[in-house]
C-alpha cells in the first residue's frame, strides 16, 4: 500500500463543541499524521467554491450555510492508504447508519452537521489540498 495524503476538515459543530484536538487524536491513534493544520472561518463563497460539486443537490443551500456559520479546522493528513483509512475513521455520512466507535458516531449531530470531512478519492485529494494550502505550507 503507498503513501498517500488526504485533505481533511473539522466541521464548525465539532470546533464549537472543543472537538478539535478529541477528532485529530483518532486520526493520529490510526496511525495518521497531520502534516499541515490551520483554522479557518470560511466564507460562503468560499464554501460554495469547495462543495461545487454538490450545486444541484438539494442540500447545497444548507450546506454552504452550514460550513460558513463558524470556524473549521482544514488539515493534511498522510500514512499507508490514508484516504480510505480516513473515510473508514470518520464513518457514514449519516450518523444514524455510522459504525460504532467511528467519528460521526461518536460525534456528528445529523447528516449535515456530521463533524468532519475526508477526500474520497486521490483526484478530489489532491483539488481539495489546493483549494485550502500552498506548497510551502505543506511541511510533513
Ligand atoms: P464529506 O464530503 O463531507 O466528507 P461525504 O462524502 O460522506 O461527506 P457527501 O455525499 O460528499 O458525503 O456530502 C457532502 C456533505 O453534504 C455531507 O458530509 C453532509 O455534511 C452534507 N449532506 C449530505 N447529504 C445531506 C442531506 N441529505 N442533507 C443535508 N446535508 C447533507
Ligand atoms: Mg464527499
Redesign the pocket.
Given at each position: 500500500m503507498a503513501i498517500e495524503r488526504t485533505f481533511s476538515m473539522i466541521k464548525p459543530d465539532a470546533t464549537a463543541r472543543n472537538l478539535t484536538g478529541a477528532i485529530t487524536k483518532m486520526f493520529e491513534d490510526a496511525g495518521l499524521r497531520v502534516v499541515a493544520s490551520k483554522r479557518v472561518w470560511m466564507s460562503r463563497r468560499q464554501a460554495e467554491g469547495f462543495y461545487a460539486v454538490?450545486k444541484e443537490r438539494p442540500?447545497f443551500d444548507?450546506?454552504c450555510e452550514f460550513m460558513s456559520s463558524g470556524p473549521t479546522v482544514v488539515q493534511v493528513l498522510e500514512g499507508e492508504n490514508a484516504i480510505a483509512k480516513n473515510r473508514e475513521i470518520m464513518g457514514a455520512?449519516n450518523p444514524a447508519d455510522a459504525a460504532e466507535g467511528t467519528i460521526r458516531k461518536l460525534y456528528a449531530n445529523s447528516?449535515?452537521e456530521?463533524s468532519v470531512?475526508?477526500s474520497?478519492a486521490p483526484e478530489t485529494a489532491a483539488e481539495e489540498i489546493r483549494y485550502w494550502f500552498s506548497d510551502v505550507e505543506l511541511v510533513g
Open positions: 454538490h442540500f444548507e450546506l455520512t447528516i449535515g456530521n470531512h475526508g474520497d
